[in-house]
Every structure is written in structure tokens, then in C-alpha cells.
């Protein structure tokens, strides 16, 4: 909460909170589309479900010493970052299924802990042969 800091920019925050709350309409465009694909593709290929309400959280509205403009700024900040968290599990899961080998460089993801190394043709052929042996049995 660094604004209370600066209650000196109360009018550049008010200018700007036009911006920062457009970002709701692509938000959820993006909720509406991952929820879709996460319920109807999922099943499909026996990934479990993400719990939605594990990441995203709206409580900090209830909080008797805030604002109604904080309580506001909290419940969409609650979602928004809530939601991004939640598409992001749900990417992830749909990488470990799809594609478990790491990326050349960057940093791993926590879901990418167990992922191929990157390059190892050997790592992914026995793989491929553990898994086509569990398949046909």
C-alpha cells in the first residue's frame, strides 16, 4: 500500500484509475476462455481440475478499517492477480502434460521441477519407452 505514502498524488492516481480498471474487460475475456478450455479440456485428458478458489481470493473488502476506494482497489487487485496465478497453474498443468522437457534457459517454474532436461535425446527415448510400456499393459 506504498500510495498512502504519497497522498500528494491523489490526483494522478484518480487520472490514471481509468487505465488501470480498463484492464478489467481483457481480464475477463481471459478468465471466461481459460475457464472454458480448464472445464471442458481437462476431463479430457484426465488432468485434475485446479482449484479456482485456492488462488483466486476476494476478502480483503471485509476489512472494517479500510476505505470503500481500498476495498475496491483490493477485491480487483485480489482478482486480477488471483486470475493470472490461476491461469498460470492451469498452463502449467497443460505443459507437464504435453510438454515435460525444460527450456534451454531462463528460470524453472515450480511445475517444471520434474521436466526432461533440454537437449537429452537419450532422457526423453527412455522416457518415451517407460511410457509406451505402461501404455500397452
Not at 482449484?51 to 487487485?77: E, G, M, T, V
Not at 497443460?94 to 515450480?110: A, N, V
Request: net charge positive; hydrophobic share 40%; with cysteine.
Amino acid at each position: 500500500m506504498k500510495n498512502i505514502h504519497y497522498p500528494a498524488r491523489w490526483f494522478t492516481h484518480l487520472l490514471f484509475a481509468p487505465i488501470i480498471y480498463a484492464m478489467i474487460i481483457p481480464l475477463v475475456f481471459l478468465d471466461i476462455c481459460f475457464e472454458i478450455y480448464h472445464r471442458v479440456c481437462f476431463p479430457i485428458y484426465g488432468i485434475p481440475y485446479v482449484k479456482r478458489s485456492q488462488y483466486i481470493i476476494i476478502d480483503r473488502h471485509k476489512l472494517r478499517y479500510l476505505n470503500i476506494l481500498q476495498k475496491l482497489n483490493c477485491a480487483y487487485c485480489g482478482y486480477a492477480n488471483g486470475l493470472l496465478k490461476y491461469a498460470s497453474v492451469i498452463a502449467g498443468e497443460t505443459e507437464k502434460y504435453w510438454c515435460g522437457i525444460m527450456h534451454k534457459r531462463g528460470i524453472p517454474l515450480p511445475h517444471q521441477k520434474n521436466f526432461l532436461p533440454y537437449g537429452d535425446k537419450e532422457a526423453y527415448e527412455r522416457y518415451a519407452k517407460e511410457r509406451n510400456s505402461i501404455s500397452t499393459k
